[in-house]
C-alpha cells in the first residue's frame, strides 16, 4: 500500500515537471520565432514605405514635368496671340488647358509688372484681383519673372480667386531677346480627393504628401485642418533628418508630429524627388507593423498556443484528476460513505482541536452522543435500504437543528456523535431539546412515513473528562443511561453510570448464557369474564431464573434483550413453548387461549410469519388457540406496515391484541382500520379507577371507543374487588390480575381452571 501511495504523489509531480519543461522549451520556440518574425516584419514594412515614397516621388516629378511641359507648350500658343491687349479671347483655350488637366481648377496670366490679365476662376464680367497691394505676394512674383526655370512651384497659399486652398506651378513666356512677357500660372487645389496624391497604392491608415525642404507642407493627403497644415512650417522627425543632412536623398523616420494629423507615433519613409527640392514622403501608425506581424503570423501563433493549451489542459486535467483522486481517498477514509459526515478519525481530531482551544481559553464544549431508538427494528422490517435512507433524512433533521461551527458525526449503524464548541450548559441544554423537539415530527422514506427517536448522552469538557477518549466514553455511557431511563431522552454523565454500564455488559452476557442454557421458563396468569367469572384463556409471561437460584422479572432484562437483539431469540422460544404447552393442554382436554406477548423488534422482524406458522405446524396447532399481544407503541412505529402485518396474521387464524392501550400515540383513524380483536387497557389506569377523576374518563372513553369500534376489552392489572365491580358496570369484557390470580406455572394454572370449573373464585 505504501509503494502504491508513493507511485501515485510522485506522477503528478514528474507529469507537471515535464509539461513545465515542455511549456517552456515551447514557449521560448514561440518567442524567438515572434521576436524573428517581428523583425523581419519591421524591415519589410520599412522596405515597402520606401518603395512607396520613391513610387510618390517619381509619381509627382512626373505630375509636375506633365503639368510644367504643358504650361510651356500653353505659353507658346499664347505668346502668337495679343494677350496683353485682348485676354479674354485665349479663355477658351484656357478651359481647354483646364480640360486636359482635371488637377487645375485655375489659368491666370500675369503681365510682367504683377497686373493679373486673366483668371478662369473669374467670371469675364467680373473685376479681377489685385496682387499688387500685397508686398510679398508681389516681391515673389518678380522673383519668378527673373526665374529661367521652365517651370516653377510656388508653396501653398489660400487663393483669393478659389476660395481654397491651392499651390501655383508657374511658367514665364519671354521674347526672343529673352524678355518676360507674361506668366501662366496653374492653381492646383489641395483640399479635395482627385489630386495626383490619391494614385499611390498606400495601405490604409496612411498619411502621404510632398514636404518642401523648409519644412512647409507642399501637398498632403488626407487632411482635416488646412490652415493647420499648409499654415505653418513643420517640426517633425522627417524634417529635423531632412534639415540635418542637406540633399539628403531617402530616410526613415519614427515618431509624432502635428502636420501628421493624429496621436500616436507613427513611422514612414521619404524620397527626395530628382528636380524638385521636395520630398515625397509616406507615414503610417506605429502599431501598421503590428497589424502586419499578427495578420502574418495568427495562424501559426493561434495553432501554437491551442496545442500548448490542449497539453496544458490535458496535463492539469490528469494531474487535477489524480489529486481529486489521492484527496478522495483522504476524505473518504475521514468521511462516511453513506451521509457524507466526519466519521470517527475526523470528529476525534476536531475534539482534540476544541481540547487545545479550550484549554489556551479556558473554555468549555460540549460532546452529545446520540443513538436512534430501536433501529434495528426498521432495518429488520422494511430492510436495509429502508434503513440507509432513514439515517440520511435524520442527518438532514440533525443539521437543520445546529449551528454553522457544530459538527455532526457519524461513528457508524445509528450513532452519531454531535460537538458544540464553546458552548456551556445553557447552550448544551438548548441544543438538545431542540433536537429533541425536531425528533417529534414524521420522517418519509420512500413510501414510508416513519418515526423515530433519540437517546442522547451529554458529556462536558472538562468536567467530565480533558482528554478525547474520556469524553467519548463518557458521552457513551450517558447515552445508554437515557435508554435505560425510557429512551427519547437525554441524560449528562454522571460518574454512578459506569457502574450500570458495567452491570448491562454483564446482563448482557449472562442473557446470551441463559439463552444458551434454557434458563427461561413461562407462567400463566388467567384471563376471566367480568360477567360470570369463567375462565377464558391466559397470558403467557416469561421468567428468567439464575444458576444461583435468583428469579429476574421482566422489567429487568426484557429491555436489555431488546437493545442487543438477542429478544428474537427469547421471543422464538416463548412462542415455540406456548405452541407446546397448548398442545399439551388441548390434549388432556383444556381448550383456552393464550395470549403471547411479541416484543416492538420482534413484530418488525420480517421472519415473524415464518416462525409463527413453522411453531403452528410442529404442534398441529389449531389457530384460534394462539392470542398475540403487541403494543400500541410497536403497532403505530409504521401504521401501514402494522396493518399488513397484522392483516396476515389475522389470515391464519390467529387473534389479536393491543397492549398497554392509552399509553402510546394511536391515531384514531388508524385505530379503526387496525384487524385487532381486542384492547387491553392499561394498568396505570386502572390503579387510577374511582381514585383519579383522569384515570375514570380515560377508561369510559377506552371503554366507549371499544364498544364503537366493535372490540373485545381486557382490564390489566385487576387487584381489587372495587376495581372489578366497576368495570364490569362498565361494561368491560374480560380482566385479568392478582385479584383473580398471580401468574402461575402451568400445571398450576391447569389445576386452577380444573378446581373452579372453569371459574375463577373472586375474593378480596
Known sequence: MGIFSNNQTAFPKVLRNAVVAFMLAATFAIGAYGVYSWQREKSEVRENLTILSSFLATASQSFFDSLGNGLVSLGQSLDKSSVQDNAESIRAELLSFQQRYPEVKAIVLFAP??????????????????FRTDPPYIEQLQLDFKSSQRYLIGAPEYGKALQRWRFALRHVVRGKDGTPRFLVQASIPLEHEGTFLHQLPAPEGSIIGLLRADGYQQARWPVAETAEIYGQASKGPAVRMIQANPGIKSGFFSGTSFWQGSRGERIGAFTRLSNVNMYAYVSVPADYVWQRWWLHNEPVLIVSLLFLGIVGFMAYRITLRERYHRGELIDQSRRDALTGLPNRAAVEDAIQHCIKSSRNTRGQFTVLFLDIDRFKDVNDSFGHTVGDQLLVEITKLIQSVLRGDDMLARLGGDEFLIVLPTSGLDMTLHVTQRLLQAFQKSLTVGEYTLRVTPSIGIALYPEHGEEVGALLQHADTAMYEAKREGRNAFTFYAEQMGARVRQRVQLDSELREAIRTGAFHMLYQPIVELNGGRIVGAEALVRWTKPSGELVLPDVFIGAAEESGL????????????????????????????????????????????????????????????????????????????????????????????????????????????????????????????????????????LALARELEKITVAEGVESEDQFNTLRALNCNLAQGYLISRPIPPEAFKRFVLQHGGKAVISA
Open 113 to 130: 509688372d504683377g497686373q493679373m490679365l486673366l483668371n478662369t476662376a473669374v467670371a469675364a464680367h467680373e473685376t479681377l484681383p489685385d
Open 567 to 702: 429478544i428474537l431469540q427469547i421471543g422464538e422460544w416463548v412462542l415455540r413453548d406456548v405452541c407446546r404447552q397448548i398442545k399439551h393442554w388441548s390434549a388432556d382436554g383444556l381448550d383456552v387461549s393464550i395470549a403471547v406477548n411479541i416484543s416492538p423488534r420482534q413484530f418488525q422482524d420480517p421472519e415473524l410469519l415464518t416462525k409463527i406458522e413453522a411453531a403452528m405446524r410442529e404442534f398441529d396447532l389449531l389457530p384460534g388457540l394462539l392470542e398475540l399481544e403487541i403494543t400500541e407503541t410497536a403497532a403505530m412505529l409504521n401504521p401501514e406496515s402494522s396493518m399488513l402485518i397484522m392483516g396476515r396474521l389475522k389470515a391464519l387464524g390467529i387473534r389479536m391484541a393491543i397492549d398497554d392501550f392509552g399509553t402510546g400515540y394511536s391515531s384514531l383513524s388508524y385505530l379503526k382500520r387496525i384487524p385487532a380483536d381486542k384492547i387491553k387497557i392499561d394498568k396505570s389506569f386502572i390503579d387510577g379507577l374511582n381514585i383519579d377523576a383522569d384515570d375514570n374518563a380515560i377508561v369510559h372513553t377506552i
